[in-house]
């Protein structure tokens, strides 16, 4: 392939990736979207040049060609099985896993070119250097953050780990990075730059997984968001270093989308971003602080009286949380949902930003659940309307329907927008017991006089009011 | 070393920020899912130092780089599509 056509190939791919990402923002043509990028991506494969300017698939084969197809193919083995077997509740975990392989790889290639040129005679340019540390440094930092954040989704360890002066501590560590990184800039070259350089690498590690530690399984997908916006980076960074325009594009592109998308995540939980990565969430004293205030008692309900109260609504609004996807409980939610439409009853669900696991999250889980996506309102769309709904029901939502975040200053959540399902006539709330949310913090809308607690097993509550719907 | 680089890089983030300023909160999950397939590109850098690679260490460390980027880019796109297809509107 000649050298002229290949820098048009790479304007089109990256109109590609441009429109790919393009079409992700609606829903309707979101699907084409990843299919537009994924096409992006097989062409630029095609058209890969090496730094020499010659197609790497021009050359002889020899035994690393091998190499590569056989990496390939185990890739593609280990990426299918985890995309095709992974449950739609643990997709954030998944994300993190990806992407943590994605950091991985990109300070991988910086490394082995770092080395090369290390080992090599001539003199290196910080143009070159610079982008190779910067790939490795935020790549492996990326790596070792995205498999603490999977971690603590899965449940290993997700209360943040805090200890006194840490953030002194990870300050220093990052200086004594940036240090290594600021000499290896000017000393490149020889044996004590391959020395320095492992020792960077480690620490750069190290520091993925001190900075992510101290962070509460709750904000794992703001942590995610911007581990992959960094991993972007990184892959831009390789581009630079290695001379290839698609990687510089599609890592920029993901690098500056990631970042916007991490602060619209903050935004949707009203906590600036450095408050989430430096504040270490619900650790003290807010918790107990924000329990002393609550007046009122808890009031149970049996689940065939919600059943009458639900069937002789008019409007109906769901709220559903990460509570109802642990339970399995989307198909029943979509039953009682259909039931009660086909008796005349207004139902939608209300879906707070960060409902889920991360932002999104819930509506993937209900489209698994067959619910159609124009059923689904999105809180600023539902919460003006809320006085006229006579029924809200809160299936294993907790933090975001707590009005705490309204009324109490000492609350840690004060501030955070969130569901106005005390303003409904009636609230049902379906929990498996009095525990406290993800956040830790207690919910004054248990309490409320409008409030009944239907205790239980979400999916077994659910099919309970479906039969009772039925039946009456 | 050649500013056009440079060039590409500053369009190529405010193209970044443009296109997603209007995404609704529904769909940020397939997007960070999808986003996350785009940086799998890292695979073509692994492909690349593997071709070069001169020594087993570098050839190691390569191929984990090409393992990994495959999985990313190839279970990226997957895992992506699998969630969107589930987006159906109201029959």
New interface residues.
């Given amino acids: 392939m000649s050298s002229q056509i290949v820098p048009l190939i790479i304007i089109g791919v ?1 109109v590609l ?2 429109l ?3 079409f ?5 043509t ?2 084409t ?3 537009v ?2 096409a992006g ?1 097989f062409i ?2 095609c058209a ?1 040049l ?2 020499d300017g010659s197609s ?1 698939w021009s ?1 002889g084969w ?1 035994f ?2 091998t ?2 197809v ?7 083995i ?3 099985i ?3 077997s ?1 449950k ?1 509740t643990s ?2 975990q ?2 993190a896993l ?2 943590g ?2 950091g ?3 300070a ?2 910086a ?3 770092f ?2 040129d290390a080992h090599g005679a001539e003199p290196v ?1 910080a ?1 070159i250097t610079v982008p190779m540390l910067f790939a490795t440094l935020i790549g492996s930092l990326s790596f070792s953050g995205s498999i603490i954040a999977y971690l603590k989704l899965e449940g290993k360890f997700e209360k943040p780990h805090t200890f006194p002066g840490q953030n002194i501590l990870n300050g220093l560590i990052w200086l004594v990075i940036l240090g290594l990184g600021g000499w290896l800039t000017f000393n490149a070259t020889g044996g004590n730059a391959v020395t320095a350089f492992i020792a960077m690498f480690a620490l750069a590690l190290f520091f993925g997984i001190a900075m992510v530690m101290p962070i509460g399984g709750a904000d794992m997908p703001v942590v ?2 911007l581990l ?1 916006s960094f ?2 980076l ?3 960074a ?3 270093a ?20 991490t602060l ?2 903050c935004k ?1 939980m009203n906590r600036p971003v450095t408050n989430v990565l430096f504040g270490a969430f619900g650790s003290s004293g807010g918790a107990t602080a924000a329990a002393s205030g609550i007046a009122g008692t808890v009031k149970p309900i049996q689940a065939d009286e919600v059943a009458l109260l639900l069937a002789y609504a008019q409007r109906v609004v769901i709220v559903p949380g990460y509570g109802m996807a642990v339970a399995q409980a989307q198909h029943s939610v979509r039953e009682l949902s259909d039931e009660l439409g086909k008796r005349g009853v207004e139902v939608q669900f209300a ?1 707070h ?1 960060v409902a ?1 696991r ?4 819930m ?2 889980l209900l ?2 659940a ?1 619910v ?5 309102i ?1 809180m600023e769309a539902i919460n003006p309307s809320m006085d006229r709904v006579d029924v809200c029901l809160v299936i294993g939502a907790n933090d975001v329907v707590n009005p705490a975040a309204r009324e109490d200053k000492a609350s840690p959540i004060y501030g955070m927008p969130i569901i106005e399902a005390d303003r409904c006539k009636t609230v049902i709330v379906m929990k498996r017991s009095m525990a406290a949310g993800f956040a830790g913090i207690e919910n004054h809308l248990f309490y409320k006089d409008n409030t009944r607690m239907l205790f239980g097993d979400a999916k077994a509550s659910l099919n309970a009011l479906v039969a009772a719907v039925k039946a009456s | 070393m050649d500013t056009n680089i440079l060039f590409i890089f500053i369009l190529a983030v405010f193209v970044g920020f443009e296109v997603i300023s209007k995404v609704p909160s529904m769909l940020h999950t397939p997007l960070m899912s999808g986003t996350n397939a785009i940086h799998g590109i890292i695979l073509f850098g692994g492909i690349l130092v593997l071709a070069d690679a001169d020594s087993v260490l570098t050839q190691v460390l390569g191929f984990v780089a090409v393992i990994f980027g495959s999985a990313n880019v190839f279970g990226g796109f997957m895992v992506t599509d699998r969630m969107l297809q589930m987006f159906k509107k109201k029959k």
């Fill in positions: 990256s990736f441009i790919g990402i393009k992700l923002s609606s829903p309707k979101a699907r979207g990843n299919l990028a994924a991506m630029a494969l890969l090496k730094t790497v050359h020899t690393n060609y190499l590569i056989i990496g390939t193919v185990i890739g593609l280990i990426g299918a985890g995309a095709y992974v739609m997709m954030p998944m994300v990806f992407n392989l994605g991985g790889a990109a991988l290639v490394s082995l070119e080395l090369k340019t143009f995610i968001s992959n991993t972007g990184a892959v831009a390789d581009g630079f290695i001379h290839n325009n698609a990687m510089i594009v599609a890592g920029t592109l993901v690098g500056s989308s990631g970042t916007l998308l619209l995540m949707a879906i930003p889920g991360m932002p999104g999250h509506n993937v489209a698994e067959n159609p996506y124009d059923q689904l999105e």
